[in-house]
């Protein structure tokens, strides 16, 4: 029979090898512990977690929160851990109490038969000297050897010194950001609740009706997305209003500020309601929204964060292996049975002004004749200019000229490939054009659409496109700070962020290291350039060029210059002397400064136009007014000049004022009765050329006049 002892004894020993076992801690768990989660970590801990599990690396929960600086979150722990072991040791009191009231009985009642039995078993099993003790309840106990204190030896401690010092130098990596991906997966509060709510009936009913209104109509009411905004968050201009606003561009809706013949949302629609699987789609829409799961902006935060720029060094390495990998490429493209097709279509291209320069080649300045070419194909503002640096001459060649000479190179190695000479001219040829990458992925794609893959081009197209990618992610952040600086334009931030990360590619595509550039200096000028040129297409209301608003915005630079507040405060001439222009240049650009003004924009200049009487008079107007002076001309021509003028100033034919006959007498030296007789007199003589003007007069016609008489 197996007795107490030994049994608590092997349950000990169970327990002591089960402690030594410790849990692994959950990857979850390790995410909170980093972030500072008290409420998970407790929670944790509340329902019996081991509190020193350790992950992979052999950290606790307090070395995870120490280590990230969590001291309100690693003092918690240390409470919970004292208060374990507080309530192990009561505990453990307790037990020891039972167990030796049970061990005293036991051994009474052993030692009674003992004495009994000792006696006959010493003579008839004698105990030889020095034999071990056996017993089942020392079976697990390991005999302790006592250890000696090592002498004291110099080399072993100045040893020991070195490794300390090595060990404290070392500087541990933390790989646990990467877990940091994982709170994407985990539901936010706005997400759970807007969830909840959406579920609910009422919400749900006017959830379903406003993008039923929404798909069927086109259009919905501003006030019915305050309505559904109010029942979900409790506010009518919180975060659900900017959500239901954007869910309502998704699906082609426009707001409609006339609510007046809109009907209010019901829970039920006369026609057919929209779909379930529509409604679950834009509500799944929705959650994305709360959650930010499908904001760009979002994930376009978490690559510029990451984003690091390059040193001088790096920017050398990178430029090194770029063109390491084109001239790989140019080699492929010689080889290729393909090439000569690709280089004729891509100089039919250059001919008709589908490609410029500066996205064919690295080479800068081209001749006058492909300078003409240029100009008339492409318009003023493209961009064919390569951006700054020392050019490098064309030995006098154009363009089209070393496309011609490519194809031939390449033409010829096709004709005799086993020929050297040849194929050493073939590549020479191709190397001379100094190809972008862009356009050496379109060889790539016109090679592997026309059944010719080459190896060696994909292979370089690749490493292209990996080091373009580095180079991107290395300035994404400098492409935000130009963003940024052009904060001053009506052009939205996310517009700006992607017109200055198109200029980055391009800045990537077209940027030759070996000119001595700095990456960055040469990005520059393409950001500016190309959020410069987005600015100037959208800011106005007719779209000027961008060499017109570059002339523009100097006349405003001179302005200001000049330390005036508008261009009324300033000469011409002065403004022509600043910007070095012409005065008719600076006029004609002054008239181009004031934006248009839309009749329906509700503002203070709107009213003012508004406001201003209308002098002119309508065109049908200045022609009866000129027909009748003629008419009336031609009639006065029969009279004398003294007559003619008494008739003037006597009805106003002058300056519209009829005047009295003393009035005309007075200017005439005469008196009212002469003035009398030469009126009467001059009517006699006119009457007859008077029917004349009835129709003008009366709005009779000639021929009812004749009848009259």
């Known amino acids: 029979m197996e007795s107490l002892g030994s049994t608590g004894t092997r349950a000990g020993s169970e327990a002591s090898a089960g402690h030594k076992r410790q849990s692994s801690l959950k990857p979850l768990l390790r995410l909170a512990a980093l972030r500072g989660d008290a409420e998970h970590v407790l929670r944790y801990l509340q329902l019996g977690g081991d509190v020193e599990a350790r992950d992979q690396q052999g950290r606790t929960l307090h070395m995870l929160a120490a280590s990230k600086g969590h001291l309100d979150l690693c003092r918690l722990i240390s409470e919970h851990a004292l208060e374990v072991q507080r309530l192990a040791v009561e505990k453990a009191d307790d037990s020891s109490v039972a167990l030796d009231g049970l061990w005293s009985n036991e051994r009474n009642g052993e030692a009674e038969e003992s004495s009994q039995t000792r006696a006959t078993d010493s003579t008839q099993n004698p105990s030889p000297d020095g034999a071990e003790f056996e017993s089942e309840f020392f079976a697990t106990w390991e005999e302790e050897v006592a250890t000696e204190a090592p002498l004291e030896d110099p080399s072993l401690r100045s040893t020991i010194k070195i490794v300390q010092e090595v060990i404290s ?138 984003s690091v720029l390059l040193d001088r060094t790096g920017e050398e390495r990178m430029g090194l292996l770029l063109d390491l990998s084109l001239k790989d490429a140019y080699r492929a493209i010689a080889e290729s049975p393909y090439a000569v097709a690709s280089i004729a279509g891509l100089a039919t291209d250059f001919e008709r002004g589908r490609v410029s320069v500066g996205q064919i080649s690295h080479i800068s300045h081209i001749s006058s004749e492909d300078d003409e070419r240029a100009s008339d194909l492409l318009d003023v503002s493209d961009d064919a200019d390569d951006g700054p640096g020392p050019a490098r001459p064309v030995s006098g060649l154009n363009l089209s000229d070393m496309l011609e000479s490519a194809r031939c190179g390449c033409f010829a190695f096709q004709e005799n490939p086993d020929n050297q000479g040849l194929a050493r001219d073939a590549l020479a040829a191709v190397s001379a054009l100094e190809l972008t990458s862009s356009t050496v992925k379109r060889f790539d794609k016109e090679f592997r659409a026309a059944g010719c893959t080459s190896v060696l081009l994909r292979r370089a197209v690749q490493r292209l496109s990996r080091l373009e990618l580095e180079m991107f992610h290395a300035n994404v952040r400098l492409a935000v700070h130009v963003a940024d600086s052009h904060a001053w334009s009506t052009l939205p931030r996310m517009d700006r962020i992607q017109e200055c990360l198109i200029g980055l590619l391009k800045a990537i595509d077209r940027f030759d290291y070996a000119r001595g550039n700095k990456f960055s200096t040469y990005a520059m000028w393409w950001l500016k350039q190309s959020v410069g040129r987005a600015i100037g297409d959208t800011a106005r209301v007719i779209r000027l060029p961008i060499h017109v608003m570059e002339k523009v915005n100097k006349v405003s630079k001179a302005v200001r210059v ?115 007789q030469i009126e009467s007199k001059a009517l006699r003589l006119m009457r007859h050329p008077s029917r004349r003007l009835r129709e003008l007069v009366n709005g009779k016609p000639e021929a009812d006049d004749a009848a009259e008489q």
């Open 562 to 676: 000049l330390r005036e507040d508008s261009f009324d405060d300033v000469r011409v001439e002065d403004i022509a002397k600043v910007c070095d222009l012409s005065v008719g240049d600076v006029a004609k650009l002054l008239n181009l400064s004031h934006d248009a003004v839309s009749w329906d924009q509700q503002d203070e200049t709107a009213d003012l136009v508004l406001a201003t009487p209308d002098t002119f008079q309508p065109p049908e107007e200045v022609t009866d007014g000129y027909l009748r002076r003629r008419a009336i001309d031609d009639c006065l021509s029969a009279l004398g000049s003294r007559e003619a003028e008494v008739i003037r100033h006597r009805f106003g034919l002058i300056d519209g004022n009829d005047k009295t006959l003393e009035e005309v007498g007075q200017i005439f030296g005469v008196t009212r009765e002469r003035i009398r």
């Open 169 to 306: 130098k070392h500087v541990i990596v933390d790989n646990d950001e990467d877990w940091n991906d994982l709170a994407k997966l985990l539901p936010s509060h706005a997400e759970i609740s807007l969830v909840q709510e959406l579920n609910h009936s009422s919400t749900h009913g006017l959830f379903e009706a406003l993008v039923h209104r929404a798909q069927m109509e086109g259009n919905f009411n501003p006030l019915d997305l305050e309505v559904i905004s109010r029942e979900i968050e409790g506010d009518e201009r919180g975060d659900v209003l900017r959500q239901l606003t954007v869910l309502m561009g998704q699906i082609d809706a426009v707001p409609e500020d006339d609510d007046e013949w809109l009907p209010p949302l019901h829970l039920k629609q006369e026609s057919e309601p929209a779909s379930d699987s529509d409604v679950g789609e834009l509500e799944q829409f929705m959650q994305d929204l709360a959650s930010m799961t499908n904001d760009p902006y979002f994930h376009f935060a978490k690559i510029a964060q990451s």
